[in-house]
């Protein structure tokens, strides 16, 4: 099933337990927030990690990446927008675009993620989920 690409949003407020001894967000959150933006993205959709997992599918990160672009600082408000940029057999693959509340671009990232089974073997997303989640294949 091919499709065009859906972003999904959430905001957040930078915790001060999220920042470092220079009041700056810790590099390590970026990948938190994503993975909660993703979370977010298949809610947005109709589809719950717990549905997946109770049906036998775990989706793994195979891969993430992340480029800072600017500080963040406790109590920003932040944006993430979250893409399914592409679904192939057992991949998929998001993109991610952090913005603070003056909508500058504080980080952008994006992650692989394989698909097993609940034998831990890669397999197809079924399709069921894949039109739940408006899945692309590339």
């Known amino acids: 099933m091919a499709g065009k690409p859906v972003t999904r949003s959430f905001s957040l ?13 810790h590099h390590a959150n ?6 909660e933006g993703r979370s977010e993205f298949l809610r947005q959709q109709g589809c719950f990690y717990s549905d997946l997992e109770r049906d036998g599918f775990f989706v793994i990160v195979a891969r993430a990446e992340v480029d800072y672009r600017a500080p963040s600082f406790y109590e920003d408000r932040i944006d993430i927008a979250t893409t399914l940029e592409k679904g192939r057999g057992r991949l998929l693959e998001f993109t991610y675009r952090a913005t603070n509340q003056n909508g500058v671009l504080v980080a952008e990232g994006r992650t692989r993620h394989l698909v097993l089974d609940d034998q831990r073997r890669l397999v197809s997303l079924p399709d069921r989920y894949r039109q739940i989640i408006n899945w692309v294949d590339t």
């Open 30 to 35: 970026y990948l938190t927030w994503f993975e």
């Open 13 to 25: 407020t930078v915790r001060y337990a999220e920042t470092d001894a220079q009041g700056v967000v």
